[in-house]
């Protein structure tokens, strides 16, 4: 499975666009980028996934380069409430599509 | 959307008993379900892959006598901790896929059941 590398924490405001890029050089060419979103105490929610150029849905969009070898989550005007740990995943068909968790992003939206 | 369900939420126990958590998928099937752990502060541990119909695939170092994982129809699987010991003492979630939306659907979390071990 690809190893995933993200920044430990970020900060932003209130009404700020987030960009937390994450990092996967060994992704494999059926694998697939998944993002989800955890408060504390709860469980994971997704948030988007995508193989590669752009996604977007109502709430996030996901850059992914020509290479693969990252992406971008894209949050817009972020709130206070988006105040979560956010983890990117590289699933892969070869392993079953379960997916590993790495140490996710702390993002702290401050007004 | 699809809802994936624990039971119970949150569990204190004595030290040497054993506890079971149920994962129920709400609204759809699911021939596989997945089981991880999390630490204060940590990140989520996988520890094994639950299969309808046969025995699970625990992941390097869980211990599978330890936690023992049933998955006896297509919308339940159990986690059972037995003889449970302080150190057991975590997060516990669950996870589904809803295989309509094909290998690569969405995967659904429960809302986490938390053991406390005394």
């Known amino acids: 499975l690809a190893k995933t590398t993200q920044p430990i924490s970020m900060d932003s405001y209130e009404g700020q666009e987030v960009n937390i890029t994450c990092s996967h050089n060994n992704i494999a060419t059926n694998d697939y980028i998944t993002w989800y979103q955890q408060f504390p105490s709860q469980g994971p929610r997704f948030i988007i996934q995508g193989y590669k150029t752009k996604v977007t849905n109502e709430v996030a969009s996901l850059f992914i380069p020509a290479d693969r070898k990252s992406s971008t989550l894209s949050l817009p005007r972020v709130s206070l409430s988006d105040t979560a740990v956010y983890y990117c995943l590289v699933a892969s068909m070869e392993y079953g599509n379960k997916l590993v968790f790495g140490a996710g992003t702390i993002l702290r939206v401050k007004s | 959307g699809a809802v994936v369900s624990q039971h119970p939420s949150r569990v204190i126990c004595k030290s040497g008993t054993s506890v079971k958590i149920e994962c129920r998928s709400l609204d759809f099937q699911a021939t596989t379900m997945f089981w991880y752990r999390q630490f204060p502060k940590q990140s989520l541990m996988l520890m094994a892959t639950s299969n309808e119909g046969s025995k699970a695939t625990y992941e390097q170092g869980v211990e599978k006598d330890k936690f023992l994982i049933n998955h006896a129809s297509l919308t339940l699987s159990t986690l059972t901790v037995t003889s449970a010991h302080p150190e057991d003492s975590s997060f516990y979630i669950c996870?589904?896929?809803?295989?309509?939306?094909?290998?690569?659907?969405?995967?659904?979390f429960g809302e986490g059941s938390r053991l406390t071990v005394l």
């Open positions: 996870s589904a896929r809803d295989m309509s939306g094909g290998y690569t659907g969405e995967l659904f």
